[in-house]
């Protein structure tokens, strides 16, 4: 067996193996405007120059796994996140976010209110035919996030977002960089698809 077959069932295993519940967390995200940084790279000259940005919308899902008694959820999640623009300029275009995830927090469906903390960290694949958003595509961004599930699963939850993408220009050697921190409000619906319940109560 290959590596690359190795490491693809070890995350399976990891996922599916040793995990009793199963859920979907679809949502939509309003991220406020912010101060954009645009650093600009050329040889062995650099500058930056601050952009006031507009809004930015972002919609996706999330797949969360758990295990029995356990208090964390883990699991990965896909996206759409609107371009960063400022006066009808774009300083960054659309991208399609893919993330790692870890939630904090036990749910339970009997209170009224269940508290959580989430980490997310992952890469921004540009959405554009632009080629020099290509060239060096190292980009990504970390989100920490505190939310609460309420009644019939519906979630809200604030968060600290950081992202950072870069257009490159390899003839010039000429590089720009987008880098932000945006606080963003999340509603979003807990989806239990599957739950093995590995203890069962018995009665005297």
């Given amino acids: 067996m290959s590596w690359n077959k190795k490491f693809f069932l070890l995350v399976g295993l990891c996922l599916f193996g040793f995990s009793h519940s199963f859920d979907l967390k679809p949502f939509a995200q309003f991220y406020f405007p912010a101060e954009v940084t645009v650093s600009r790279d050329s040889m062995d000259i650099s500058a930056e120059q601050e952009w006031d940005a507009d809004f930015v919308i972002e919609a996706g899902i999330e797949a969360l796994f758990s295990a029995e008694f356990s208090p964390m959820r883990y699991g990965a999640g896909i996206g759409?996140?609107?371009?960063?623009?400022?006066?009808?300029?774009?300083?960054?275009?659309?991208?399609?976010?893919?993330?790692?995830?870890?939630?904090?927090?036990?749910?339970?469906?009997?209170?009224?209110?269940?508290?959580?903390?989430?980490?997310?960290?992952?890469?921004?694949?540009?959405?554009?035919?632009?080629?020099?958003?290509?060239?060096r595509p190292l980009n990504y961004f970390a989100n920490c996030g505190v939310g609460v599930v309420l009644p019939m699963g519906f979630t809200v939850e604030a968060n600290v977002d950081y992202s950072s993408m870069q257009k490159s220009f390899s003839d010039d050697e000429v590089k720009f960089r987008v880098s932000s921190f945006r606080i963003g409000i999340s509603l979003g619906m807990n989806i239990e698809v599957s739950r093995d319940k590995v203890y069962k109560q018995t009665s005297d």
Avoid at 91 to 101: E, G, H, K, R
Avoid at 112 to 129: E, H
């Fill in 80 to 135: 759409f996140r609107s371009a960063q623009q400022s006066d009808g300029s774009e300083a960054a275009p659309p991208s399609i976010p893919l993330w790692a995830v870890l939630s904090f927090g036990r749910i339970s469906r009997e209170s009224f209110v269940s508290p959580y903390l989430s980490l997310r960290g992952g890469y921004l694949a540009p959405l554009t035919v632009d080629g020099n958003w290509w060239e």
